[in-house]
């Protein structure tokens, strides 16, 4: 397979250090033209100028209400003295009605944290853990839970634990437990009588995973209000921007509202190279959280998106996948949780996911990462979501662009659980080479959901667990080399599960997928079901297996009925060809 392109300068160097717990990203200490302290109320909005510098007072707990929008063209800093110094700013009667959206401008209408021209918005909480895992199984009515990191986390922070029951328990994808912390000892934490079971899960490879754990809670806070959100908009801002320990909540608008999301660093180019945003937590979000569009050698690391609507980490797509968009180049998402993600309406299902892998310029020596994420309680439409065909949302998720332009990614040692329709869902033509390495997905209808057509992508050292279908092919190899190609693959089924690859319908001829050294388990009626009839489907599956360790007990290949004929999956082993399966 063609080698990995990796990061190889800057911020995003292979083998940097990733920052220590409470380690922010530099600004320097300048004194403050004008300091805000305690209760404000500003009816009119304000406007940091050019060139000066506006503090929350360090010192004090401070709360800043507007009805009206901020806007940054100096420095706004928020740093607070430690722990116990709260600084939040409040958007108060936002109407979410009258937002316009869209442009390159600061509009009234808009109401929001806008940073314009040279603004920085300087930004750092207290350190702490954006997010730990449960130690072992957590069962309803415990009133003590150990995490494996507690760090900086304190009494009365707000925490959601992570569904992980099997997908055959009703609502396995929404079974959170979110709770107050109403005391510490170490990493254990007490808090009210859980209402869920969070099971451990046992994986072939011998890991036991357990409940992520999110703080929601932060000394830095911007937010609007439930019933009127707000947003923050770093309109081509020419400065390097540092953003840590920041808790954000009640932004993005559902109404008028494209381009204002919880956090949309917009169109700044390469002068966004070096921004960080660290231990960042995005929650009650009614859009999209994490928005670098168009905007390059930008770091999210360990930052929390919760209870959000929308792809969670994303950026604008190619206009209706015709028209060449704007790319975003040199992102890193690193060790970050998209969690409960959300749609409204049904038609925005369609594809949604915690991550999208969006487009860059798809020429890049250095690529944009995603790294150490998991995506977990992701929501999918409602049409027939029983049904696999309608998998289409997912915990990570290779949108269809426009060929050419879609974004070529170093993805690994990622995670998707609980999620309600895949862990993966591809959907692309392209001759582009996509290194899709270790992930574990498991309590997952879909392991991965691959399409569109004619692709060679390249997915190794995969886990699925507890899963209803292990891959779900629609394409097959491109005319280029190498083929498509799936190695390495380790598939448990969850209980009534009928195989572990299930071929759909192909909508053009292709050369063959490969399996190669794959493991299947937990199938009723085979390990490979070629079902490529489905929805009128007329072109046979090509197919090779290369030295797979087979089910038990049950057919290799079963054709379901109506299978296209012209279909040729064969096995292989030794570089033999041991079996043939036509139509």
């Known amino acids: 397979m063609a080698t990995r392109r990796q990061f190889i300068s800057g911020a995003l160097a292979v083998g940097a250090a990733a920052p220590a717990l409470g380690a922010l990203a530099g600004c320097e200490t300048v004194p403050a033209d004008r300091t805000l302290t305690g209760a404000v109320s500003l009816p009119a909005g304000f406007t940091v ?10 010192a004090v707990s401070t709360t800043v209400r507007t009805p009206a929008n901020v806007v940054v063209a100096g420095r706004l800093r928020m740093r607070p003295a430690g722990p116990g110094v709260v600084h939040h700013l409040l958007f108060t009667d936002v109407d979410e009605a009258a937002f316009v959206g869209g442009g390159d401008s600061v509009l009234a209408s808009d109401v929001g944290l806008w940073v314009i021209g040279d603004g920085v918005l300087d930004t750092a909480g207290s350190a702490k853990q954006a997010w730990s895992r449960l130690t072992g199984p957590a069962l309803a009515g415990a009133t003590t839970i150990r995490v494996t990191d507690a760090s900086g986390w304190r009494v009365r922070d707000t925490i959601a634990i992570a569904p992980t029951a099997p997908v055959t328990t009703s609502g396995f994808w929404r079974r959170y437990d979110v709770r107050t912390i109403t005391g510490i ?59 840590a320990y920041v808790e954000l909540a009640h932004l993005g608008p559902r109404q008028g509202g494209f381009g204002r999301y919880a956090l949309h660093h917009h169109m700044s180019q390469e002068a966004s190279a070096g921004s960080r945003y660290d231990g960042i937590v995005a929650h009650h979000i009614g859009s999209h959280a994490f928005v670098p569009h168009s905007s390059h050698g930008i770091t999210f690391e360990r930052c929390v998106a919760h209870d959000t609507w929308d792809d969670a980490f994303w950026w604008d797509p ?62 999918a439409n409602t049409e027939d979501v029983d049904n696999p065909a309608f998998a289409d949302s997912a915990g990570f998720s290779w949108p269809e662009e426009l060929q050419g332009t879609e974004g070529v990614w170093e993805f690994h040692d990622n995670v998707a659980h609980n999620c309600r329709g895949s862990g993966i869902f ?25 399409g569109a057509y004619l692709n060679h992508y390249w997915y190794h050292d995969h886990l699925y667990t507890g ?54 388990r937990g199938a009723t009626t085979a390990s490979v079901l070629d079902d490529a009839g489905n929805d009128g489907g007329t072109v046979g599956t090509q197919a090779s297996f290369v030295d797979c360790d087979w089910q038990p007990g049950v057919p290799h290949v079963v054709f379901a009925p109506g299978a296209p004929a012209g279909a040729v999956i064969t096995e292989v082993v030794g570089g033999v060809e041991v079996a043939r399966h036509t139509t």
């Not at 099971?199 to 357990?210: I, K, M, Y």
């Open 426 to 450: 591809t959907w692309q033509n392209t001759p582009s080479p996509h290194d899709v390495g270790r992930t574990t997905v498991y309590n997952t209808p879909v392991g991965a959901n691959h």
């Open 467 to 520: 899963v209803h279908q292990g891959v779900r092919q629609h394409a097959q190899s491109d005319s280029s080399s190498p083929p498509l190609l799936f190695e390495g693959l380790d598939v448990t089924l969850a209980p009534g599960s009928a195989a572990s690859v299930w071929f759909t319908k192909h909508a053009l001829r292709g050369r063959p997928v490969v399996f190669r050294r794959c493991r299947f």
């Open 49 to 58: 100028p050019a060139g000066k510098v506006w503090e929350l007072d360090p």
């Open 185 to 243: 000892a170490g990493a254990t934490l007490t808090v009210a009588a859980l209402a869920e079971d969070h099971p451990s899960v046992l994986d072939r490879a011998g890991h036991t995973h357990t409940a992520e754990v999110l703080n929601l809670t932060r000394n830095v806070r911007i937010t609007g209000t439930p019933g009127g959100r707000a947003h923050v908009m770093l309109l081509a801002a020419r400065q390097r921007q540092s953003m």
């Open 318 to 379: 190619v206009p209706g996948n015709t028209t060449p968009g704007h790319p975003t180049n040199r992102v890193w998402w690193k060790d970050c949780v998209a969690s409960k993600t959300q749609y409204e309406p049904v038609s925005r299902a369609y594809r949604m996911a915690g991550f999208s892998l969006m487009r860059d310029d798809n020429r890049q020596t250095v690529l944009n990462r995603l790294t150490g994420c998991v995506a977990v309680g992701t929501e």
